[in-house]
């Protein structure tokens, strides 16, 4: 029972790690910016999250309606100025990287560096379950699943059946071609940085319900989050939520199986051993 | 007309030598008593990465420290100076600026960064250098081996005993004691130690706890990087033991807690080793029962036994402390392992009635240093000059700390849990 649990939960909690990832996954598979500035924006959402809650008394869930426009705006705007400055794809990696330098430090400033929790008074959800006879579905990560769930489901749904959503996909088949077609790049990179930046909002939502916060957390998900965006194929949605649920309940079942100190290990030899069999992901089909 | 250039070049580069050679003597020890410049101390203290969040706390305790001294006169006469630069809790860097501040700008003195592996990274500067170092919280006392390092904050030398032992000790005197414990331990440097000790004494809480006849179930060790809390919790309520020791750090207790509140379960009395003090107290209900581990807490009746000046240090740091936006403000056993340190710094600089490096470490092996939150230390290289532990067990009672052993020195009685 203890198994089943585990691997529950660690499901659950892959939805998270999906949420985080395909923000990332769409802009490197898209538009081929590796994006650390990402993480950077989750960071912010997720203290956002928290100052809203904890000085408005909003519920946590209600503060998307301010944090899900302002990132789609920075993510945007992001994505704009890494087209007006031609960056690159390995660029893209380093410039981020230093922007992720800069917002770190930018809210280290602002919160401090202190551990940041919202309180069980403004949020019921830290703690909160549902139960189905022995088992039980932590509301937190319940909530990670089924928006990492929706979310994909509907961002598939718009790439395959909308025209932006094809154009999409064949600017990120060839660029030059998509551009003869008419496809204007530009503005279409733009929604697309916004649209993952309002992921990144999301998630940083997410995040706060269920943890501390401190400036340094932005590093910790790095691992991870690429792990479930290399894993699930870069670009690929569907992926993506397939490696986050895969690498959550793997965890989870090696945690209680061999041990906690056992998970990064067997989990990332799984990584190597899965990405030297199938080096473009795990969900990604031969013929692509 | 090169041969006159050339000597031109050379007079100057005499003279600038000339110039270096005697700020050196002016800047370095022995200075003159008549010297009005600043006493520069130096150090550094992990402002961004990972340990940030307990560095804040040291670097508002040293400033109001330096504003106080020098409000009362300086050191020696003269006002001190602290220099303190970001190692970004990075052990290398910590290395690399301490070498800095020794070789190149020549700070008077040094005092220790925070945490473990910063704290031996600049102690083998130290060493090298021949500096004297008090500093905050490394606890390792095994590894710090270096004669002339004070730690501002001990458990004794042998920390995996004693932590273990007061433990053991304070729960034994519930009316209903614990006979079955959990160990969950983070395998950080300064908490595994605890639970397993270390190459050369193993001893640590789970044999300690095996040979007081207790029950250990489950045994479980876990990296820092833990994200997925429910495993553990899970494991924790199917062996329902009566006491959850959980040796971690930071919001580990929190993250327990709260995981295993989701499985519908709280444990009867669960102690966490190193928690960050303000993120269980918003935990609620949840955290209420949770027992660490202290040097020094502000309740009441402690503070009456400090008198006036510990009062003001510790309301003068709350306002600080809020100032800088820290969400817990509290002046507890960071804040006062960091004001120890100092005090320590202080007493070998009068002592000497100097800045030489080896008169200080000397001053205070034969002296002690006389510090507010911990009475008179003495300092014994044979245990690496880990002084008799003030180390005390604090418990959330109420929505706050307070200290509850040993009794003599509580400042509330130790609750067990509620009845069934």
Known sequence: MITIQSALTGLLLGGLYALMAAGVSVTWGVLRIINLAHFGMILISAYLTFQLASDWGLDPILTLAVTVPAMFVAGGALQWAYDRLGISELNSLLASFGLLIVIVQLVSNVWSADFQRMSAAVNPYATASVGIGRLVFPVTTLLAFLVAVAFIAAAELVLRRTFAGRALRAFAEDRTIASAFGIDHRRLGIVLGGLSGATAAVAGMLFALANALTPATAFEWFGIVFAVVILGGIGHLTGTLAAGLLVGALSGVVSVLLSPAAAPFVLFTAIVLALLLRPRGLFVRAAQ | ?420
Request: glycine content about 8%; hydrophobic content about 40%.
């Open chain 2, 1 to 420: 007309m090169r041969r006159r250039g050339s000597a031109v070049v050379a007079t100057v580069l005499l003279l600038a030598i000339t110039a270096c050679e005697s700020k050196s003597e002016s800047d370095g020890e022995g200075a003159p008593a008549a010297s009005t410049e600043p006493i520069v101390v130096g150090s550094t203290l992990s402002l961004s990465g990972a340990f940030a969040a307990t560095g804040a706390i040291h670097k508002i305790a040293g400033e109001q420290f330096v504003a106080r001294l020098n409000a009362k006169g300086g050191l020696l006469g003269r006002q001190v100076q602290w220099v303190v630069r970001d190692d970004e809790s990075d052990q290398a860097k910590v290395s690399t600026l301490y070498e800095q501040l020794i070789s190149q700008e020549r700070v008077d003195l040094i005092i220790g960064p925070y945490a473990t592996p910063n704290i031996l990274s600049a102690m083998a500067v130290a060493q090298r250098h021949g500096y004297t170092m008090p500093h905050h919280t490394s606890v390792l006392a095994p590894l710090m081996t270096y004669e002339c390092q004070f730690p501002g904050w001990s458990i004794g030398p042998k920390p995996n005993e004693f932590v273990p032992n007061q433990l053991f000790d304070a729960v034994a005197s519930l009316p209903n004691p614990p006979k079955k414990v959990a160990i969950l331990t983070n395998q950080n440097g300064s908490t595994d130690f605890v639970s397993y000790g270390s190459q050369s004494d193993q001893t640590g809480a789970v044999s300690i706890a095996k040979q007081r006849g207790l029950t250990v179930a489950p045994e479980i060790r876990y990296p820092p990087s833990t994200t997925d809390w429910a495993p553990l919790a899970a494991q924790v309520r199917d062996a329902a033991p009566d006491l959850v020791i959980n040796h971690g750090l930071g919001v580990d207790p929190v993250n327990l807690l709260q995981a295993m509140a989701q499985l519908g379960y709280k444990p009867p009395l669960m102690f966490s080793l190193f928690p960050a003090p303000g993120p269980p107290l918003g935990l609620g209900p949840a955290a209420e029962g949770l027992l660490s581990v202290t040097i020094f807490e502000p309740n009441k009746s402690t503070l009456d036994k400090l008198g006036k000046e510990a009062t003001e240090i510790v309301e003068e740091f709350k306002t600080r402390a809020t100032d800088a936006k820290l969400p817990y403000t509290v002046f507890e056993t960071q804040a006062a392992a960091s004001w120890t340190a100092w005090e320590i710094l202080v007493a070998a600089v009068e002592r000497s009635g100097g800045l030489d490096q080896k008169a200080m470490c000397d001053k205070l092996h034969s002296d002690g240093a006389d510090t507010t939150f911990n009475g008179h230390l003495d300092f014994d290289p044979a245990v690496h000059n880990f002084w008799r532990t003030t180390q005390q067990i604090k418990q959330i009672q109420s929505k706050d700390w307070v200290t509850v052993w040993p009794a003599d020195r509580a400042a509330a009685k130790l609750q067990g849990p509620p009845a069934a």
